[in-house]
């Protein structure tokens, strides 16, 4: 989103959300969104499942499938932009593959770009993986952009064929999120004392880790001046967030919440940040200076948020936690031990909105819409 709103200063953009809908997240008003019956996957990431419908996967699947050449048909964009696919989500493939074909049978008048965060998921059979991603993108795509600062992490630490790919590839630096200055309107904190920020991304994941701080609360409370304040993301499951809910009832330290839509403006204020190690969540760290302890997700052998976690813990940015320290007499104290730390300010590159914008206008430069008032992204 960060992304879009710096796009919206110079395109049309429309925006294709496919997964669920978050209630307060905010998306600029001039921009044309199209939610699409929304897919997950499961907690393994084995299957997609579907959300709030009793249409079939394979209904939902040829419904979105033509939605998404209708909506192209009708906003005839000079750029399409996809996240992450074909090095990732290849189970959408279904409604991807016929989108990029049409778009192939446009004869170039629209772009295609990939967008691709830093790391990115390795598999088993790494070499039939890199080869199918490298045909597709040789294929289908004009630019690859990396949204990542390669004075900390190369793409080619997680793919190794990058000068394979035939298209224009371009880091942007990291895409950092903006507080909103407008909202300062942050509740059930008194500023004037410290506390500690939790959270979990979405919600779908970390629950062990939201579980071992409530659970660790009470031995803060009797050492520790801090207030706890929880956001368990607006993915988590209903009867999860029922039951840290009631777990926490008696504990004066702690204030659980599913979600806020200026969350930064949270971890500003905050004295430490605890959380996963996800790309989003570590911008916000690295933005905002805070202290922070960080929990690495692993399932599904992804090794992701690992390598980012140990990298900002070799350079003294963070402290990372292991699943064997979630015991809450164990946590209770490195947390006491942490809050003492000074953790280290180290500059990386964070332009990667302003950057992605002017290769994306770079791009579209070179399509025959010139009779047009503003050129459109599709993302």
């Known amino acids: 989103m960060e992304i879009i709103r710096g796009l919206t200063e110079e395109f049309e953009v429309c925006f294709i959300n496919g997964g669920e809908v978050v209630e307060g997240f905010k998306i600029p008003p001039d921009v044309q969104v199209v939610n699409l019956p929304a897919i997950k996957t499961d907690s393994e990431f084995k299957e997609l499942q579907l959300v709030d419908t009793t249409q079939s996967l394979e209904e939902v699947q040829e419904y979105r499938k033509l939605k ?17 696919f074909p090095f990732g989500r290849r189970r959408f493939a279904f409604e991807l593959i016929p989108l990029l074909e049409k778009v192939k ?43 990542g600062d390669p004075q900390f992490q190369k793409l080619e630490e997680s793919f190794s064929r990058v000068n394979d790919l035939n298209c224009e590839v371009h880091y942007t630096g990291y895409v950092v999120q903006k507080a909103d200055d407008a909202s300062n309107n942050i509740h059930e904190i008194d500023v004037e004392k410290p506390y500690i920020l939790v959270s979990v991304g979405g919600g779908r994941f970390g629950h062990d880790l939201l579980e071992c701080v409530i659970k660790s609360a009470t031995f803060l409370e009797k050492r520790i001046p801090h207030q706890i304040l929880m956001f368990t993301g607006p993915f988590i499951p209903h009867e999860k967030y029922t ?24 971890m500003e204020f905050a004295d430490l940040s605890i959380s996963m190690a996800g790309y989003n969540t570590t911008m916000n760290i690295l933005t905002t200076q805070v202290r922070a302890m960080i929990l690495p997700f692993t399932g599904n052998d992804d090794q992701e948020q690992t390598v980012r976690a140990q990298k900002l813990k070799e350079l003294g940015i963070v402290e990372v936690i292991h699943p064997s320290e979630l015991i809450p007499e164990i946590f209770a104290e490195k947390i006491i031990r942490y809050l003492k730390y000074q953790p280290k300010r180290i500059k990386f590159d964070v332009e990667g909105v ?20 503003n050129q459109k992204v599709m993302i």
């Open 354 to 373: 302003l950057k992605t914008s002017k290769y994306i206008h770079k791009i579209v430069k070179t399509t025959d819409n010139r009779n047009r008032k």
């Open 105 to 147: 049978a446009n004869k170039g008048n629209t772009k295609v770009v990939c967008s691709l965060r830093d790391i990115v998921v390795t598999k088993q059979d790494q070499a039939r993986h890199e080869e199918k991603v490298c045909k597709l993108m040789n294929k289908y795509f004009d630019m690859l952009l990396i949204h």
């Open 68 to 84: 998404l050449l209708k909506v192209f048909e009708q906003f005839q964009p000079d750029c399409l932009m996809i996240e992450l």
């Open 243 to 266: 039951q840290f809910q009631a777990l926490a009832n008696g504990c004066t330290n702690i204030k659980i919440h599913r979600y806020h839509p200026n969350f930064l403006k949270y």
